[in-house]
């Protein structure tokens, strides 16, 4: 499994890249970015089974890479992680294509859930 996790805080990449650990991800699965313009680079020159990502990010915003994403990848799950749930955001990203949504914090648990939900070989 390879996961690319975008958040422009280096902290919450900590705490979500902990998560995966536990959840069994090896640790060389899991690649970084801090923002969209980084993380569409890293998409364009590897293979990933899952894109997850933050909403708000400087330089190009999660919105904005799911879109760059979609343009190139339309199977590919991608997981918008925010700390806002109104409906009209969710609304905006359902219609730009996103897989799923996770609103910040959340728990190993609940994040396990949603990899297996799109990614079932993981566990």
Do not use: H
Request: charged share 25%; net charge negative; aromatic share 6%.
């Amino acid at each position: 499994m390879k996961i690319l996790l975008v958040d422009d805080s280096g902290t919450m990449r900590t705490i979500q890249k902990r998560c995966l650990l536990k959840l069994g991800v090896s640790e060389d699965g899991i690649v970084e970015a801090e923002n969209g313009q980084v993380a569409f680079e890293s998409f364009s020159s590897q293979s990933f089974d899952i894109v997850m990502t933050d909403w708000n990010m400087p330089v190009m915003d999660g919105l904005s890479l799911l879109k760059k994403v979609r343009e190139v990848n339309k199977q590919i799950p991608v997981i918008m992680i925010t700390t806002e749930a109104e409906r009209s955001r969710v609304v905006t990203a359902i219609e730009a294509g996103v897989s799923d949504y996770l609103v910040k914090p959340f728990t190993a648990d609940t994040l396990n859930a949603k990899l297996e939900k799109w990614v079932p070989a993981m566990v």
